[in-house]
């Protein structure tokens, strides 16, 4: 089993940084959502990511909700969003990306957040983005 960055995510990067296997691999900026994958085959499953990650958006795989309540202000990325969003990260030496489609939850919103577990494994396995 693997860790699983969900749609939570605004890229800080802080995570990769902290892996000890080095899993997490970022696509590239036009790829959408997911941006940032970890690789099943290399993730030892330590949750050093999990803390660093100032969104809370990584979850064990068999942990991610399919109900999860959003505090009041809670940003995600969403393909079917309009908003874009200037996300501050660490990846490739710092600096700002915006992420094209987000949207703005509010306070006890609920959504699902296991659609993010079917791109992670597309990505390592031939799927969009596979290889890079």
Request: proline share 9%; net charge negative.
């Given at each position: 089993?693997?860790?699983?960055?969900?749609?939570?995510?605004?890229?800080?990067?802080?995570?990769?940084?902290?892996?000890?296997?080095?899993c997490?691999?970022?696509g590239?900026?036009?790829?959408?959502?997911?941006?940032?994958?970890?690789?099943?085959?290399?993730?030892?499953?330590?949750?050093?990511?999990?803390?660093?990650?100032?969104?809370?958006a990584?979850?064990p795989?068999?942990?991610?909700?399919?109900?999860?309540?959003?505090?009041?202000?809670?940003v995600?990325?969403?393909?079917?969003?309009?908003?874009?969003?200037?996300?501050?990260?660490?990846?490739?030496?710092?600096?700002?990306?915006?992420?094209?489609?987000?949207r703005?939850?509010?306070?006890?919103?609920?959504?699902?957040?296991?659609?993010?577990?079917?791109p992670?494994?597309?990505?390592?396995?031939?799927?969009?983005g596979?290889?890079?």
């Amino acid at each position: 089993m693997t860790h699983i960055v969900t749609s939570l995510c605004l890229r800080d990067g802080a995570c990769i940084e902290v892996c000890p296997v080095e899993c997490m691999i970022p696509g590239k900026q036009e790829d959408g959502w997911p941006w940032i994958y970890i690789d099943p085959d290399t993730c030892i499953d330590c949750g050093a990511c999990i803390p660093e990650c100032p969104f809370e958006a990584i979850f064990p795989e068999d942990e991610v909700p399919d109900a999860y309540v959003a505090k009041d202000g809670t940003v995600i990325s969403d393909a079917e969003g309009s908003e874009p969003y200037d996300a501050h990260t660490k990846i490739g030496g710092g600096g700002t990306v915006t992420i094209a489609k987000t949207r703005k939850l509010k306070a006890g919103d609920t959504i699902d957040l296991k659609p993010g577990i079917k791109p992670n494994y597309d990505f390592f396995k031939g799927g969009p983005g596979y290889g890079k």
